[in-house]
């Protein structure tokens, strides 16, 4: 029976030093064996045996965590008390100066934080502070990571949640913002008018420069088939006169011709006279011109009238004369 006893205990014993020398270290974590309260080793993830009661394993985890930081009350340089939110992003890079340069690295890390958002956010205006987030964010990332880099940690980043004015600055804020949207409306408003007027006025510049233009070249192309008109005409009428002049002389010719080819004897030339004065005193005008040279008509007529006792029958027995008064 004594023996059965003993042999449970001994199960169990083995059991509990099984238990602790057989350790399990995931992926996402290292560990940090300490022997005889000394650092001995950094093991990777999986399964690990330590001698118990002589080891110590301490698991850390290589995740990234955050740590969010308490609201600060801060003054920015134009005296306004704003509440400011934030949180820091880290990730450990080396457990050994995580677990033994540091006590407590989120009591730390919040501390730096807080202090240094008091800082970078006191030396700005409220509404650069509102509007320059990324700016804060990144300054405050390059003081944390600088300051953990001994702490085996990497800040990856810093946000700032929110800034939160007081009430009455939020109102005088809104106010502000109501307004600059009032004179951005009205600004736009009268940029849009002036474009309009602009174009407007552009236009009828246009307008009245095409109908000028248009005006012009109707002038010029009436003045032209004007002129074209008047030299179709001229044409025309040269034409008609040069075919009435060349007619003109084509009769005179063929008189002239006719003329000399019957060989007139001065007697009807004579005669052709008379009957032409004939004709020209039977017309309606006032006045008869005679040629100046009256003794040639003279002579001419008493020629005749020679011919004509001549040639008159019975003229030798009546003894009829002919007599011209001048």
């Known amino acids: 029976m004594a023996y059965l006893i003993v042999l449970v205990v001994l199960t169990v014993m083995l059991l509990i030093v099984s238990a602790a020398a057989v350790k399990i270290i995931r992926p996402y974590e290292r560990g940090l064996v300490e022997r005889l309260g000394r650092y001995h080793l950094t093991v990777e993830p999986g399964m690990r045996i330590i001698i118990p009661f002589v080891d110590r394993l301490i698991r850390v985890d290589m995740r990234e965590s955050v740590v ?22 880290y990730e450990a890079t080396d457990p050994h100066r995580l677990i033994y340069n540091v006590a407590n690295f989120m009591s730390a890390v919040t501390k730096l934080a807080q ?40 800040v990856v980043r810093v946000e700032i949640q929110r800034i939160d004015p007081p009430k009455d600055v939020v109102t005088a804020m809104h106010n502000q ?13 009268a940029a849009g008018d002036k474009e309009a007027a602009i174009t407007r006025a552009e236009g009828e510049k246009q307008a009245a420069i095409l109908q000028a233009e248009g005006v012009r070249q109707r002038q010029i192309l009436e003045a032209e088939g004007e002129a074209q008109a008047t030299q179709t005409l001229a044409d025309a009428d040269r034409y008609r006169q040069r075919a009435e002049a060349e007619g003109e002389a084509d009769a005179i010719r063929s008189v002239y ?64 004369k002919v007599s011209l008064n001048r």
């Open 115 to 154: 202090t240094n958002l008091r800082n970078v956010i006191g030396d700005m205006q409220l509404d650069e502070a509102l509007t320059a987030s990324e700016m804060v964010n990144a300054r405050l990332r390059d003081i944390l990571d600088d300051a953990t880099d001994k702490w085996g940690t990497r």
């Open 257 to 320: 011709q006719a003329i000399h080819d019957g060989r007139p004897t001065n007697d009807l030339i004579a005669v052709k006279y008379l009957q032409s004065l004939e004709t020209v005193a039977q017309g309606k005008a006032t006045k008869i011109f005679l040629p100046t040279e009256a003794s040639a008509v003279l002579g001419a007529l008493g020629g005749m009238a020679e011919l004509l006792k001549e040639t008159s029958p019975g003229s030798a027995g009546n003894g009829h």
């Open 68 to 89: 969010e930081i308490p609201p600060q009350e801060v003054i920015t340089s134009d005296n306004v008390v704003v509440s400011v939110y934030a949180v820091v992003y």
């Open 177 to 189: 913002m109501r307004a600059e949207r009032t004179r951005r409306a009205l600004v736009t408003e």
